[in-house]
């Protein structure tokens, strides 16, 4: 029995929208099928499959239906985390996806699911992505503070959610806590934010998040060891398409 994450499956079977350019990469041809043959290799149905957002291009429910149904077919129990391309999920009707969708897939918001002993936590999170302004040497020199002031709006909503999340766990008893999040945990200073303190309050021993793909993104935040969790990337073309195993 064994618990893997990965994110931003981008998937469009219905939806003709064009994707940007680093989604025409090599590494994105052909990723459905790719994918599709690393979980047959590696996950049985026993195992669980959390997909950290950025299911699909859809912008309605119609328009996902064939994504979420490729999602389906995979192998193992599939927990969805909601991502910021993921239009067809409204965070207040949740519960509709879950009794539309149930038991073939678990739409995770405001609540968490287990896995042995631990709590899986997680929401959409929010960083703060800028505009930066740079100097000739590329250095930050500053950013956009009108767009900070909205970001961090959006921030304390989600960690809001995160800790309810986190919350109705621990009522229930959990003390051990894996928290993904479909947005990294820092901007790209990676400073110390709101979900890095929420992690380390609750001590969630790993924290999986995704959002940065295209390889000039991938370093954007924090790879490894930071203040007692492990972080780790899961972005599907960071993966190559082969899911990480957590534990
Ligand atoms: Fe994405
Ligand atoms: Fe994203």
């Known amino acids: 029995m064994s618990l893997y994450a990965i994110g931003d ?4 079977y219905q939806s003709l929208l064009k994707a940007p350019g ?3 990469d090599r590494v994105w041809k052909n990723h459905e099928e790719k994918f599709r043959k690393n979980c047959g290799k590696l996950i049985t149905d026993e195992d669980t499959l959390v997909l950290v957002g950025d299911h699909s291009w859809g912008k309605t429910l119609a328009e996902c239906e064939q994504d979420l149904q490729y999602i389906c077919d995979l192998p193992g129990r599939k927990i969805l985390i909601r991502g910021n391309h993921d239009m067809f999920w ?3 009707k949740t519960q509709q996806l879950n009794d539309l969708y149930k038991p073939r897939l678990t739409f995770l918001q405001d609540s968490y699911e287990t896995y042995q002993d631990f709590a899986l936590v997680g929401t959409k999170g929010f960083c703060f992505e800028g505009p930066f302004y740079l100097d000739r040497r590329g250095r930050i020199m500053g950013w956009d503070e009108d767009a900070e002031v909205h970001a961090k709006k ?3 909503r989600e960690l809001q959610r995160l800790r309810k999340s986190f919350e109705l766990a621990r009522a229930d008893g959990y003390r051990k806590y894996i928290m993904f999040l479909h947005y990294p945990p820092t901007n790209i200073l990676e400073e110390r934010s709101g979900f890095t303190d929420m992690a380390e309050e609750y001590g969630a021993e790993q924290v999986i998040y995704a959002h940065c793909h295209g390889e000039s ?4 935040s924090i790879h490894g060891e930071y203040r007692g969790r492990t972080y780790h990337l899961a972005s599907g073309d960071y993966l190559r398409w082969k899911p990480l195993r957590i534990c």
């Open 9 to 12: 499956l981008h998937l469009h």
């Open 22 to 24: 680093h989604l025409h």
């Open 90 to 92: 409204d965070a207040k």
């Open 154 to 156: 959006l921030a304390e």
């Open 217 to 220: 993104r991938f370093h954007d």
